[in-house]
């Protein structure tokens, strides 16, 4: 994977407490200030409203892996007991739908929840080896990072995030700078 | 921002010199350090986990004539154990799903543990059946799988098939589940870790996760959707491990209470060994800051729960086969509690009924010795309880001439001890190289329910009371 659209130059800002980053994310985006991404330890509650994120449709895809394994179980068992190999139990019923339940159930969980993880897994970029691009190694421990694409911006507007940043409570602001192709 | 909280609660993070930082610190240092202790303790489990595989050899060599079964007694301690582990390998899910959904705070402490226990209580589960069958080779076929005999397709009306479909996706959910939440923990020690090898190790284990708002997002809606998969889940599959008997025309097996009373027992026993892995846990590794005694508090309410409702249905089951009239049903209830089995019957009223009422006293709920000795009680009385259902049910048959004893063999022995040790040879590895508690998980309670944070809003209300602070916010005992 080419990493040659990505931009290569940030601003990164940091905090240490999450109220007052939810709060200069508030502001941050009411001054109509793009932010690239944002990096926390821990999901942060009303991140996602802060930020203005759509919701996502995970949910949505792991009901349909669901019904899958739902319909998959209910007819695999029925085609057996029906027409492959039907069996004679004492002249019960060929089609014992109430002992379906059990197999049925255990398939949709099946379904949906490796379905759902596989989403994930493609959706968040996640795989064994995938090597990141680290803003900041505190961001997994103690530090809250809002992250400004700096090619987008001018010198003036540069240095207005960086002020802006600062009067919103960030302990640090820095420029990060990535060599080409390094990380996703 | 963060939903409010009674001061009068108990914090589930102590310590007022705790912060972010000091959390990360605290949790991933087990992993960054060595022990003369852990070494002795996985050389010794390691030695066990390998006389395990030795038994498994013998029996597979020799046959199951190794093991006590004979003609009348056809289950007795493979499926004893095979029961026991499945139900100790529900506490875990239990407590990341159920307790998520119930919002219950304290989970975070205890959930990644008890997550990695389940994973290594249902693979000791599995060998038991997998090895009773005696031609292991033979093992693929419990899969409706295509085959050239006819297609001769498994029966899907027995409940031992649905137990198949039922423990290998918990057992598959579970380490999902698990390795969910492990990845963003992976990351918090990748970028904190000195070495280029143990980066790299870390960074694959991490999936190279970064924790953005939006693989965040997602996180959190796959672990609520996992949730609710996982609470049905779990209630599923002990309710038809109960089928495996229920279903059955075995008098003492074939009773409707199975499926309530097996899932209320298997989440005891669950509680039981989480508790005595994680008082040994919370000691070894000093992490007595975030598994406090208001989480063994709470495990123990859950313990007294369940407990009584396991005994409530052995009185149940006991009036039921009275009431019944009918003779076989009463005779073997006779048999469980007063027949050549009593003392197993007496194991387990005592452990799993009488011990455990010891908790409507505060004061041993609050105890960690006394928690100590009685989780242990109660992981002895729930095996007891799976051999009385077992072993005692089928001990006299219908035909007084095939009326039998077990006695187990050294094989039975050798399986059921190993065993124990692979589990905790699993766990002691976990230990070692996996963060024991959910790191991104206590932060995200940090803000509500520290010691910390208990203290700064007392400090804000007493300033708006005029210099007056609430006693309840700083009382933990």
């Known amino acids: 994977m080419s990493n040659t659209t990505l931009p290569n130059k940030f601003v990164v800002g940091l905090w240490d407490h999450e109220e007052v980053y939810l709060h200069a994310i508030e502001h941050i985006r009411h001054k109509g200030i793009e932010i690239y991404d944002s990096l926390t330890p821990f999901p942060v509650h009303g991140l996602e409203d802060a930020l203005g994120l759509k919701e996502t449709r995970l949910h949505t895809a792991g009901f349909f892996f669901g019904a899958t394994g739902t319909t998959l179980a209910l007819s695999f068992m029925t085609w057996v007991m029906t027409t492959n190999y039907p069996i004679d139990f004492g002249g019960k019923p060929y089609w014992p739908v109430p002992s379906f339940i059990p197999i049925t159930f255990e398939m949709t969980v099946l379904f949906a929840a490796w379905g759902m993880t596989l989403t994930y897994l493609v959706r968040n970029k996640l795989w064994p080896g995938r090597v990141p691009r680290i803003y900041d190694k505190r961001t997994t421990d103690d530090r809250f990072a809002l992250v400004f694409n700096a090619e987008k911006l001018t010198d003036a507007q540069i240095a207005e995030v960086k002020s802006l940043c600062q009067t919103e409570g960030a302990v640090e602001v820095k420029d990060k700078v990535f060599a080409e192709g390094e990380g996703l | 921002m963060h939903a409010y909280e009674s001061e009068f609660r108990e914090p589930l993070i102590n310590g007022l010199d705790k912060n972010y930082t000091k959390i990360t610190d605290d949790l991933v240092a087990p ?44 289950w007795a301690w493979d499926i004893t154990n095979f029961v026991w582990w499945i139900g100790i390998g529900h506490a875990g899910t239990l407590i990341s799903a159920i307790l998520l959904l119930f919002r219950q705070r304290y989970r975070t402490g205890i959930n990644r543990a008890a997550e990695a226990m389940t994973i290594f209580a249902v693979i000791c589960a599995g060998m038991f059946p997998v090895f009773h069958m005696g031609r292991v080779w033979d093992a693929p076929f419990i899969f409706p799988l295509p085959n050239t005999r006819g297609p001769l397709w498994v029966n899907f009306n027995s409940p031992l098939l649905w137990d198949v479909f039922a423990i290998s996706t918990y057992f598959s959910v579970s380490i999902l589940f698990w390795y969910s939440g492990l990845m963003p923990d992976f990351g918090t020690i990748r970028d904190r870790s000195k070495g280029k090898l143990r980066k790299w190790i870390y960074n694959i284990l991490a999936f190279g996760w970064h924790g953005s708002a939006k693989q965040w997002q997602r996180f959190e809606s796959l672990s609520l959707v996992l949730a609710g998969l996982s609470t049905p889940l779990v209630l599923s599959v002990h309710t038809i491990v109960s089928f495996d008997f229920a279903t059955s025309v075995i008098p003492g097996w074939h009773t409707t209470i199975f499926p309530p009373y097996f899932v209320a027992g298997a989440i005891f026993s669950g509680f039981a060994m989480v508790e005595t892995l994680m008082i040994i846990v919370r000691k070894l590794f000093k992490l007595e800051d975030y598994i406090t005694i208001n989480h063994i508090e709470s495990m123990n309410k859950i313990i007294v729960l369940t407990g009584s409702i396991v005994g409530i249905a052995y009185i149940t089951e006991m009036f039921i086969a009275w009431y019944s009239g009918y003779l076989y049903e009463q005779f073997a209830f006779y048999n469980r509690a007063l027949g050549k089995y009593f003392w197993a019957y007496a194991w387990m009223m005592s452990c799993n009924v009488l011990s455990p009422q010891l908790y ?60 124990i040790s692979v589990f905790l040879f699993l766990f002691l590895l976990f230990c070692r190289f996996f963060p024991v508690i959910a790191i991104a998980e206590v932060k995200s309670i940090f803000r509500t329910s520290s010691e910390v944070a208990k203290a700064e809003r007392a400090k804000a209300e007493g300033a708006a009371h005029g210099g007056f602070v609430l006693k309840g916010a700083l009382n933990k005992d």
Do not use: H, Q
């Not at chain 2, 002795?40 to 597979?60: E, K, N, R, Y």
């Not at chain 2, 009680?377 to 219908?398: H, P, Q």
């Open chain 2, 31 to 74: 992993t960054e350090r060595n022990s003369a202790a852990w070494w002795i303790a996985t050389l010794l489990t390691g030695a066990g986990a390998l006389f395990f595989v030795f038994c498994l050899g013998w029996t597979v060599w020799f046959g199951i004539g190794t093991w006590g079964l004979n003609k009348t007694i056809g």
């Open chain 2, 360 to 419: 409507w006293i505060k004061s041993m709920r609050r105890n960690i010795y006394v928690t100590f000795i009685l989780s242990i009680f109660v992981n002895i009385g729930m095996w007891f309880e799976r051999f009385v259902i077992i072993v005692t049910s089928l001990a006299d048959d219908f035909l007084v001439s095939s009326w039998a004893y077990f006695s187990p063999t050294w094989v039975d022995w050798g399986i059921y001890l190993g065993s």
